[in-house]
């Protein structure tokens, strides 16, 4: 939401997945109302949210770790 009044909302990335290979869309709103609505949604977001250290990411057990580097290897495909 910019200025509250233009929202802008969607499922698309910019990388190339996104932009070429996946069905992706994307839709702007000029509405006063949704886009306070949407500004409501982002703060309560991060509002709840919880910070990611470096110290808490290394402190995750070994296999979660090897986990992931195998799926961020697969990630092209996914």
């Known amino acids: 939401a910019i200025d509250g009044v233009w929202a802008y ?3 698309s990335n910019l990388d190339a997945r996104s932009l070429r290979l996946n069905f992706e869309i994307d839709m702007e709103v000029l ?3 949704f886009a306070a609505e949407i500004e409501a949604r982002i703060g309560s977001a991060i509002a709840s949210a919880q910070p990611v250290t470096l110290e808490t990411l290394k402190a995750r057990p070994f ?6 580097r195998l ?3 697969g ?3 996914l």
């Open 31 to 33: 509405d006063a109302d």
């Open 75 to 77: 990630s092209p495909y």
């Open 63 to 68: 296999f979660i770790r090897v986990f992931d």
């Open 9 to 11: 909302i969607g499922s």
């Open 71 to 73: 799926l961020w290897l």
